[in-house]
């Protein structure tokens, strides 16, 4: 469909910026009297013809006229001219079109703002899902170290009642080498030396009781270091799960705004 353009000004360029993109339509020639106009120049830079007169249309080689200058004189002469052989659409139906062709612009650029939007949302939520699998699996990390030290403190703690017992004993035999002790002492005399016995046994178990006294402490310190590991571990998967949380929350804020 080939069509002239009668009207060089600003609907001028409108209806050629228009054209242009339509499928099997061709902007034969552009005519205005001034050549400085906008449409002129539009239509230099893509390569249309221009004249300065009505008469350079060629009615064979045009199908439609579209007459933009809204001047009565020259829509009369372009009607007495071509009116039975080219369809001519005066400067009110070229306005018209023209503010349609606005309307569709401004709802395809509507358009085009929100499928970026829809592209820097998926961008932030994708980043934010990372985030999130990122924390889940340092948590689950987290959670192995606390299950391990969880049964290191166990071990210590076995440990530590098995002491506790057998220290228990030794006081238990102390006390009976004690009440001996006390016995042998009534006895004293020339069976005196007994004594000496007995109270060296008692000396020998306080000793030990004293050794295992250490290592009691030894692993109760053990213990209280791993007690502070497990509260660091915790404090860590506080941490993870509080990002987690905010991640969460940019993803819902992000789909929020989506929503408006």
Do not use: W
């Not at 042998?184 to 005399?189: N, Q, S």
């Amino acid at each position: 469909m080939n069509i002239a353009v009668v009207g060089g000004g600003i609907g001028g360029s409108k209806i050629i910026s228009l054209l242009k993109n339509v499928e099997n339509v061709n902007v034969k020639i552009v005519i205005d009297k001034n050549f400085d106009a906008i449409g002129i120049k539009l239509a230099k830079s893509m390569n249309i013809n221009i004249s300065q007169s009505i008469d350079d249309i060629d009615p064979d080689q045009t199908d439609i006229i579209i007459e933009v200058t809204g001047n009565e004189n020259v829509s009369k002469i372009i009607y007495e001219k071509y009116g039975q052989k080219c369809k001519i659409i005066d400067a009110e139906g070229a306005l018209l079109i023209t503010e349609i062709a606005s309307h569709d612009e401004m709802i395809f650029n509507k358009l085009n703002k929100k499928i970026e939007d829809i592209n820097n949302a998926a961008s932030i939520i994708q980043l934010n899902i990372k985030n999130i699998t990122n924390s889940v699996e340092k948590i689950d990390g987290v959670s192995d170290r606390l299950i391990n030290l969880a049964n290191i403190s166990k071990q210590y703690i076995k440990q530590s009642d098995e002491i506790i017992e057998y220290v228990n004993n030794i006081a238990m035999q102390t006390k009976v080498l004690g009440i001996n002790a006390t016995i042998e002492a009534a006895r004293a005399g020339e069976h005196g030396r007994t004594f000496g016995v007995v109270a060296k046994e008692i000396q020998d178990l306080a000793g030990n009781s004293e050794s295992y006294a250490k290592n009691i402490n030894n692993i109760l310190t053990k213990l209280a270091e791993e007690i502070d590991k497990l509260n660091n571990e915790v404090s860590t998967l506080e941490k993870l799960s509080q990002k987690q949380i905010e991640a969460t929350e940019v993803v819902n804020s992000t789909m929020n705004n989506l929503m408006v």
